[in-house]
C-alpha cells in the first residue's frame, strides 16, 4: 500500500499563520536581519525564502548582502553591529560562508539569544541538556512533520542517516528528548542497510539523491527526507528513493514541499521567540 505523504507545505502554513496571528495579538515588533555573503544561488534562493515567509508573518527582515571578497574581520563587525542593535531580534548568518571566512568564529559571535538559527555553541549546549529557548529549525521541522503523523515516537528504533551539527545530532538528540531509542548512523556505519530496516522512524539527513532505497525501510516506518540535491536536470531530489519507498513506507516526506518549508517556519518561530525573550 502507499505511503502517506506528509505535506510539508500544509503544516508550514499553518505553523506561520499561527506565528502571524501571534504577532499580530500581541502587538509584537519582530525584526530578522539576513546576512548573505557572496553570491551562492541556492543561498539566494533560501535567503528570499525567509525573507517571503517573514513578510507574511509580520516580521521586519532587513538583508545585508556582501560581497564575496568581504573579510572576516567586516563579517564579525556587522555582526557586533547587529548584536548591540536593540531593534534587532533575530540575526541570521545564511551559511555556507565563502572558504576564506571562518563559520564557526562568525556563529560564536552571534549573541545567543539572537541565534535564531540555535547553531551557537551555548544554545547547542542547551539543547542537549534539554533546557532550550530554540531549536535548529531543520530539525524542530522535522519533528513536527513526525507529530503531524500521529505516530508515538516514545520507544519506537529511530534512526538517522547523518551525523552534522546543523541536522543529524541535534535530530538525534530531539527523538531522544522523546524517549525514542535512537541509533545515528555516518559513513562509516556497518551493514547501513540492515540497521535502516530496523527503523519506525527513519530520517535522511545524508545529501546523496536516492541515498535511501525500498531494501533499508521497514514496511509501514515514517521516512522523513532532509535532503536537497539538485541533479544535472536542474531538478531537485531529496535522498529517499521516493518511488520506490512510497510503496512501503506508512508515512514519506516529499521533496520539495517536505522538510524545505518547515525549516522556514521554524525560523519564524524562532525569531518570535527571540523577541518576547528580549522583551
Ligand atoms: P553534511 O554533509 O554535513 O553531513 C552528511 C552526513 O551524511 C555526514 O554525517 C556523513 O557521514 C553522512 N554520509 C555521507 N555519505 C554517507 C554514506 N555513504 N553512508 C552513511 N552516511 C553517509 O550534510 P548536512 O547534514 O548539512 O545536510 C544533509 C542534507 O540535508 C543535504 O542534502 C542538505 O542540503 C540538506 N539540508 C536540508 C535542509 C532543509 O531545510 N531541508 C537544511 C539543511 C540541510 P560522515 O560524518 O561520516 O562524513
Known amino acids: 500500500m502507499a505511503a502517506n505523504i506528509i505535506d510539508g507545505k500544509a503544516i508550514s502554513a499553518a505553523v506561520k499563520e499561527k506565528v502571524r496571528d501571534e504577532i499580530a495579538h500581541e502587538g509584537l515588533k519582530v525584526e530578522l536581519a539576513v ?32 560581497p564575496e571578497e568581504t573579510t572576516q574581520e567586516a563579517l564579525l563587525e556587522l555582526v557586533d553591529t547587529l548584536n548591540a542593535d536593540a531593534n534587532v531580534n533575530g540575526i541570521l548568518v545564511q551559511l555556507p560562508l565563502p572558504k576564506h571566512l571562518d563559520e564557526k568564529a562568525v556563529i560564536e559571535r552571534i549573541s545567543p539569544n539572537k541565534d535564531v538559527d540555535a547553531f551557537h555553541e551555548s544554545n547547542v549546549g542547551r539543547i542537549m541538556i534539554g533546557n532550550y529557548s530554540f531549536l535548529p529549525c531543520t530539525p524542530a521541522g522535522c519533528m513536527e512533520l513526525i507529530h503531524s503523523t500521529g505516530v508515538e515516537v516514545s520507544g519506537k528504533e529511530c534512526v538517522v542517516i547523518g551525523r552534522s551539527n546543523i541536522v543529524g545530532k541535534p535530530m538525534a538528540m530531539l527523538l531522544l528528548h522523546e524517549n525514542g531509542t535512537v541509533t545515528i548512523c555516518h559513513s562509516r556505519t556497518h551493514d547501513l542497510a540492515e540497521v535502516c ?21 521497514k514496511p509501514g516506518a515514517v521516512v522523513i527526507d532532509v535532503g536537497i540535491n539538485r541533479l544535472d536536470n536542474g531538478k531537485l531530489c531529496g535522498d529517499v528513493k521516493f518511488d520506490e519507498v512510497s510503496e512501503v513506507a506508512g508515512w514519506i516526506t516529499p521533496v ?8 522556514i517556519a521554524m525560523l519564524m518561530r524562532n525569531t518570535v521567540t527571540a523577541a518576547k525573550i528580549q522583551k
Open 197 to 217: 530496516r530496523r527503523a519506525d522512524i527513519l530520517v535522511a539527513a545524508v545529501g546523496r539523491p536516492n541515498f535511501v532505497t525500498v531494501d533499508m525501510v
Open 35 to 66: 546576512v548573505i555573503v557572496g553570491d551562492d544561488p541556492a543561498s539566494r534562493v533560501y535567503v528570499n525564502n525567509k525573507k517571503k515567509a517573514c513578510e507574511f508573518c509580520g516580521i521586519k527582515s532587513y538583508e545585508y548582502a556582501l
Open 256 to 263: 520539495p514541499g517536505g522538510v524545505g518549508p518547515m525549516t
